[in-house]
């Protein structure tokens, strides 16, 4: 089945510690996102590229980076994790229309 | 006001019994509005999307599109508890990737 993945599903990192969570998919769509969403709260847009153009939301912290090496891949990187980036991050595509699929998600506890 | 307006809730209901949920919005420019089912700690998942006025029927569930009131609606025939989970209405434009949500409306269907 085509689908949107991410790995790990639950990462531990350690205050200040880079980490880096990973998205990959299987429906060939040229638009991927990431998202932060926090307890009881909708999803909230970092970043998103639309094939290699990157696009940032103007609130997004200096703190989360991005990469998308090919369009199947894309990569979230913070650099120096606060205990306030303790959250679930979110990876969707869309293709020629504009509904996104979301993958599972990964569960990150910044201790 | 925000761009996106949806009642929390929660809503608890009786198995068996019709749940409706809605959504209003304020921005005209919006022409395709998704529901989104979120289970806890996992991803959301893509229920119904549409694009036009009217009534689009899935199964149990029907989404609802009245464009000239802005107000968008899900219903959920004869419920069972595994449709408990957290819906969210989401809504965007052509040229825009960037989704609108709601709050969020979480669900219990009580056996």
């Known amino acids: 089945d085509a689908m949107v993945i991410q790995n790990p599903r639950y990462q531990v990192t350690q205050f200040g510690k880079p980490v880096t969570l990973s998205c990959s998919q299987t429906?060939?769509?040229?638009?991927m996102y990431w998202y932060q969403q926090k307890s009881s709260q909708a999803p909230k847009l970092l970043f998103h590229?639309?094939?290699?153009?990157?696009?940032n939301e103007a609130d997004t912290p200096d703190n989360f980076q991005s990469r998308r090496p090919n369009t199947s891949f894309c990569f979230l990187d913070i650099r120096s994790p606060g205990l306030g980036d303790a959250a679930m991050y979110l990876c969707?595509?869309?293709?020629?229309?504009?509904?996104?699929?979301f993958g599972p998600g990964t569960r990150l506890t910044v201790t | 006001q925000k761009e996106v307006e949806q009642d929390p809730g929660p809503l608890s209901v009786p198995e068996g019994a019709i749940v409706s949920l809605n959504c209003t919005y304020s921005?005209?420019?919006?022409?395709?509005f998704m529901w989104y089912r979120q289970y806890s700690r996992k991803g959301p998942e893509l229920l119904m999307y549409?694009?036009?006025?009217g009534n689009k029927e899935d199964g149990r569930f029907t989404a609802q599109v009245d464009k000239s009131s802005k107000y968008i609606s899900l219903f959920i025939r004869d419920s069972q508890p595994s449709d408990s989970a957290t819906y969210l209405c989401?809504?965007?434009?052509?040229?825009?990737?960037?989704?609108?949500f709601g709050k969020g409306n979480q669900v219990v269907v009580i056996p």
């Open positions: 969707a595509t869309s293709g020629q229309t504009y509904e996104q699929y």
């Open positions: 429906l060939n769509h040229n638009v």
């Open positions: 590229y639309y094939d290699k153009d990157f696009n």
């Open positions: 921005n005209s420019a919006f022409q395709y």
């Open positions: 549409t694009y036009s006025s």
């Open positions: 989401a809504m965007n434009y052509y040229g825009n990737n960037r989704l609108a």
